[in-house]
């Protein structure tokens, strides 16, 4: 049974860092690009980066560029995505969801094969 298992939110004042990781088991990790989703309270859920399978190509939301870095390791299959420089407007459910193919910036909820079921990310202001 595919599985993908977001770890590392929690709470961090304004400008303080993160790690978050995405553990996936059942499926064949390599095959999958990974992409990372967010969704703050009342709002829609909205993507925040993906990368390759084999992590040579990765795009980020302008959001984020410069403050988030995603990273995988397939050995372990693993996804990471180092948060810093964190904001309020950071403040969400994160998730990481898995598909076939990579798609860069027209990643999107529709195409995901597999999600996890999210940490939450607080940041305080």
């Known amino acids: 049974q595919a599985q993908l298992v977001e770890s590392g939110g929690g709470l961090v004042q304004a400008g303080g860092s993160l790690r978050l990781s995405c553990a996936a088991s059942?499926?064949?990790?390599?095959?999958?690009?990974i992409t990372w989703f967010r969704q703050a309270p009342g709002k829609e859920r909205e993507f925040v980066a993906t990368?390759?399978?084999?992590?040579?190509?990765?795009y980020y939301v302008d959001s984020v560029k410069g403050r988030f870095t995603v990273s995988r390791d397939n050995a372990k299959n693993t996804v990471y995505l180092q948060m810093n420089s964190l904001k309020s407007e950071d403040t969400a459910v994160y998730y990481c969801?898995?598909?076939?193919?990579?798609?860069?910036?027209?990643?999107?909820?529709?195409?995901?094969?597999?999600w996890g079921k999210g940490t939450l990310v607080t940041v305080s202001s």
């Open positions: 969801a898995a598909e076939t193919y990579y798609r860069g910036s027209l990643a999107s909820v529709d195409g995901m094969a597999y």
């Open positions: 059942g499926f064949t990790f390599s095959s999958y690009a």
């Open positions: 990368i390759s399978r084999r992590g040579f190509s990765i």
